[in-house]
């Protein structure tokens, strides 16, 4: 599976954006790029994916870079329940390797 | 949305007990369910892939005769821990993925609260 590259941590004020960056230099024309977040003591949740163009949703904006190098997870207000850990990840589009390979993601801290 | 539910939430036991796990997808059907492992402070490691009605696939390094994976319905996914030991103390999560075709789903896997087993 291709590799991600996030930061360890980051740290934003409660109500600003938050942009948070992934670098996966070696993804194949294929790979989709999935965020997904876990929050303390659960189970991770889906929060966004996408191929080529940028993608909104309820929950957030995915930016992905022209040579999809490098995408940016957006959350456009965070909140003191948006403090997860975010992880990118690179999913094949081939149906039959459904597998999810979870790097260490990102620990985000908001600051009220 | 899809509600995958893990039962129990937490278990305490003795070691050289065996301990059940239970993951359901409760609004849809599952053909292929997952099963990950996260120690703390660490990411989560996909453990095995839980097919229904065959075999599971399990990842380099996983024992198959300690962690026994059914899935016999595809609705329902069981992990077994057998003899667990204190080193098997973890958080464990699975997730399901919706059938492909499911309008606007098809590529998220949904994953249930997870199950934190203590072994003394």
């Known amino acids: 599976d291709a590799k991600t590259t996030q930061p360890n941590s980051m740290e934003s004020n409660e109500e600003e954006p938050v942009h948070l960056p992934c670098n996966h230099s070696?993804?194949?024309?294929?790979?989709?790029i999935h965020w997904y977040r876990q929050l303390p003591s659960q189970g991770p949740e889906y929060v966004i994916h996408?191929?080529?163009s940028n993608v909104n949703n309820r929950m957030a904006s995915l930016a992905i870079a022209e040579d999809r190098k490098s995408s940016t997870l957006i959350l456009h207000r965070a909140t003191l329940r948006d403090a997860a850990v975010y992880y990118c990840?690179?999913?094949?589009?081939?149906?039959?390797?459904?597998?999810?390979?979870f790097g260490t993601g990102t620990r985000l801290t908001i600051i009220p | 949305g899809a509600v995958v539910s893990q039962h129990p939430s937490w278990v305490i036991c003795k070691s050289g007990t065996s301990v059940k796990i239970e993951c359901r997808s409760l609004?849809?059907?599952?053909?292929?369910m997952f099963w990950y492992r996260q120690f703390p402070k660490q990411s989560l490691m996909l453990m095995a892939t839980s097919n229904e009605g065959s075999k599971a696939t399990y990842e380099q390094g996983v024992e198959k005769d300690k962690f026994l994976i059914n899935h016999a319905s595809l609705t329902l996914s069981t992990l077994t821990v057998t003899s667990a030991h204190p080193e098997d103390s973890s958080f464990y999560i699975c997730?399901?993925?919706?059938?492909?075709?499911?309008?606007?789903?098809?590529?998220?896997?949904?994953f249930g609260p997870g199950t934190r087993l203590t072994v003394l």
């Open positions: 609004d849809f059907q599952a053909t292929t």
């Open positions: 990840i690179l999913r094949a589009t081939n149906f039959g390797n459904e597998k999810l390979t």
């Open positions: 070696t993804i194949s024309g294929t790979d989709y």
């Open positions: 996408g191929l080529t």
């Open positions: 997730s399901a993925r919706p059938p492909l075709g499911t309008s606007g789903r098809r590529r998220e896997q949904f």
